[in-house]
């Protein structure tokens, strides 16, 4: 097996990474689209992180930090490159990341329905917390 690459995203990989998480990501976003994804690298050209193996992307994590809190989102890795060790390896350069930025505690959401995520979060060392519940309002 080639070596994985890791990096950040580009505005050039939008429309792949888009296609990639309708295949590889469970679940939708109001910002799955070309203008969320232009907002996210524009306002942070660095958050958007990209596995890729042979050229082609393998797998994807949002590494996103306001300055108060560090939030994981969109970590997806695609059905045919699953328990590779692709998941790990983005999360390590997420926390890398967050680390760097200064960052002391990372926060991660997952839906309640995708029990195989919930095995790979907490094979990261990652714990739930059943205490906080995500309130949402659409503008």
Not at 46 to 73: K, M, P, Q
Not at 91 to 114: C, S
Not at 122 to 127: D, K, L, N, S
Request: net charge negative; charged share 30%; with cysteine.
């Amino acid at each position: 097996m080639s070596e994985l690459h890791i990096r950040h995203a580009t505005l050039s990989d939008i429309d792949t990474v888009l296609r990639f998480w309708r295949d590889a990501a469970e679940g939708t976003s109001i910002s799955d689209d070309h203008d969320g994804v232009t907002r996210l690298l524009t306002r942070d050209p660095e958050a958007l992180l990209l596995a890729e193996r042979d050229g082609l992307l393998t797998g994807t994590v949002i590494a996103g930090f306001d300055g108060w809190r560090c939030s994981a989102y969109r970590l997806a890795v695609h059905p045919d490159h699953r328990r590779q060790g692709i998941a790990t390896a983005l999360l390590e350069a997420a926390e890398q990341r967050f680390a760097t930025l200064g960052g002391r505690r990372v926060d991660a959401m997952v839906l309640e329905a995708n029990e195989q995520a919930h095995h790979a979060w907490a094979a990261a060392g990652y714990q739930r917390e059943d205490h906080w519940r995500r309130w949402v309002k659409r503008l």
